[in-house]
């Protein structure tokens, strides 16, 4: 089991920035990969990017050159930090971990956390 709790949301300008944290606990040893998605209302969910253990960062064309995700293996934490906000980037962000290996979808979820981009 993995538990994934995230933190940082909150309600931003246009163009502005915020950093997303995700904290995770359990058998942190079995994760592969961690990922941010994202849903605003009425949408379908979008991973907006990802991180394999060991691998390069992927993203989404809707957030490339704007987001970046890392991560901190030593304190068990995944970040996406996020510049040049934009109202289309309003949603509810999630954490995931991904312990099966060959398969694209995630394994476990965090409860979300609410980003709102408004002036």
């Known amino acids: 089991q993995v538990q994934l709790v995230e933190s940082g949301g909150g309600l931003v300008q246009p163009g502005g920035s915020l950093r997303l944290s995700c904290a995770a606990s359990?058998?942190?040893?079995?994760?592969?990969?961690m990922g941010w998605y994202r849903q605003a209302p009425g949408k379908q969910r979008e991973l907006v990017a990802s991180?394999?253990?060991?691998?390069?960062?992927n993203y989404a064309d809707s957030v490339k050159g704007r987001f970046t995700i890392s991560r901190d293996n030593a304190k068990n934490m995944v970040y996406l930090r996020m510049n040049s906000l934009k109202p289309e980037d309003t949603a509810v962000y999630s954490c995931a971990a991904r312990v099966r290996r060959h398969v694209s979808e995630y394994d476990y979820w965090g409860q979300g956390t609410q980003v709102t981009v408004s002036s």
């Open positions: 359990g058998n942190i040893a079995s994760i592969n990969a």
């Open positions: 991180i394999p253990s060991g691998g390069a960062a």
